[in-house]
Each structure stands twice: as structure tokens, then as C-alpha cells.
């Protein structure tokens, strides 16, 4: 079974829009307990050898078969570049569905995960692809201001999205860029 309610938003989310393909090489924030590592492990066929993922998260994640996974603090300087190792290469798909522990006060919640967001969007330019998909959490009202601005610049296509499976009372909504266009400096721009 799947180990989070988590994991049937992002099963609605791929069924819907087909971000994962056999192969793929995956990135997980705020992974744990790992129900997006098993759907995604599952949907690029990790168990027959291909693609590669990723995660990390503050948390401990009982191991899935072939994933890598980093416990500890994304925001913490060096932890970019320790995924960046682990992952060898680029990534085709940048997941995040981090969120900080509410906290109850509703601007400092808000504040927090647009953080956390904005963090994963710079991390996922810097790793993607050309081509690839980036999937994140986000709050209601969604990317705003900068953050959709920057995700619309560099991606082909950027869409908010609310899972069937995110409770209709939950604040939560995810925001997919998909088909990214490459950093500037990248020869086959
Ligand atoms: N997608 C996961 C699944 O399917 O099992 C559920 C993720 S849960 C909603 C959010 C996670 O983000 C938590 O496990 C939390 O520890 C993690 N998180 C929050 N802030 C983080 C940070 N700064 N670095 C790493 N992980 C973080």
C-alpha cells in the first residue's frame, strides 16, 4: 500500500497531465514518509533498473528499493549540492511537496511555504533538463507576483492545480510548470 494519503494526489495529478515516463531521472523535497517516492518509483520503473530519484526531507524514510535518499534540511546551504551528487547529472522532474508544521498563524504559514518554494524553484532551474516538469505545493491563491512570473519565464506552461484527493477544506494546491526552457547559458539555447 501507499504510505501517505499523499500519494493519490500525486497519482490524480500524473494520471491527468502525464509528468512521469519510464526513465526519468526524479527529484523528491520534503519526501517523507515516501508515498510520492513509491508512485514515482513505480511510474518510471525503477524496479526494472531504469531512471533514478532522489529524496530528501527532515524526516527518516523507511528505504525503497534503488531510491537515494538525503535525511536533513533542504534550505541548509550545502544541501543542494548534495542532491546535486547523489543525482549525477540533470534531473527531467523536480517534486516538491514540502511544508513547514503549521504553525497556526496563517501569514507566517503562508510566508514559510512560499519560501520553501521559491528555494525549490531555484533549485529545479538549476538541475532540470530542457524538457522537464517541476510539481510544488504551493497555498491557495497559488504562485503569485515574482514566483509565477519567474515559473512562466522559464517553463513552456504553468498551471495550478487542486487533487480531488487535497481535502476541500485544505488551503493546499500545487503549481506544475511543465517544459522547461534551459538555463541561458546552456549551449543548445
Ligand atoms: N509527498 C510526501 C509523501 O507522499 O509521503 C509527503 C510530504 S509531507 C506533506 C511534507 C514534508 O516536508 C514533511 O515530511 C516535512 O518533514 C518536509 N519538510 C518540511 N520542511 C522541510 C525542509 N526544510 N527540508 C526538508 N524537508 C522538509
Known sequence: GWRSRAAFKLIEIDDKLKLLKPGQR????GAAPGGWLQVAAKR???ERGLGKI?????????PIAGVEFIQGDFTADDAPDRLKALL????????SD????AM???????????????LAIHFAREVLAPGGHFLCKVLQGGTEGQLLADLKRDFATVKHIKPQASRADSSELYVLAMGFRGRPADPQE
Open 26 to 29: 526524479i527529484v523528491d523535497l
Open 44 to 46: 518510471i520503473g525503477l
Open 54 to 62: 532522489v529524496g530528501i526531507d527532515l524526516l527518516a524514510v523507511d
Open 88 to 95: 549525477g547529472g540533470e534531473a527531467d522532474v523536480v517534486l
Open 98 to 101: 514540502m511544508a513547514a508544521n
Open 104 to 118: 497556526g498563524h496563517k501569514q507566517t504559514d503562508h510566508m514559510k511555504i512560499i519560501y520553501l518554494a521559491e
